[in-house]
């Protein structure tokens, strides 16, 4: 189990891979940082490029953390 801080604030969410950490942080994400997500909405190709430029930023946070 790992546990990892939210990329724009202190709150912490767990998981035991990536994806579980994901959901994990996932409600806290949507309640608290919307308005990040709302910024991001574009064509579907943008929101894609996106999101996977978010998954891969924080994939690497997640696996530096032992
Ligand atoms: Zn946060």
Redesign the pocket.
């Known amino acids: 189990m790992k546990t990892l801080k ?1 990329d ?2 202190d ?1 912490t969410a767990d998981g035991e891979t990536f994806e579980q950490w994901m959901m994990a942080l996932q409600p ?2 949507k309640e ?2 919307a308005e990040v997500m709302e910024s991001k909405r574009g064509t579907p190709e943008e929101m894609k490029a996106a999101m996977e430029e978010w998954m891969k930023e924080n994939k690497e946070r997640f696996d530096a953390v032992s």
Request: proline share 0%; hydrophobic share 40%; with cysteine.
């Open positions: 939210c724009l604030c709150v806290h994400y608290a940082h």
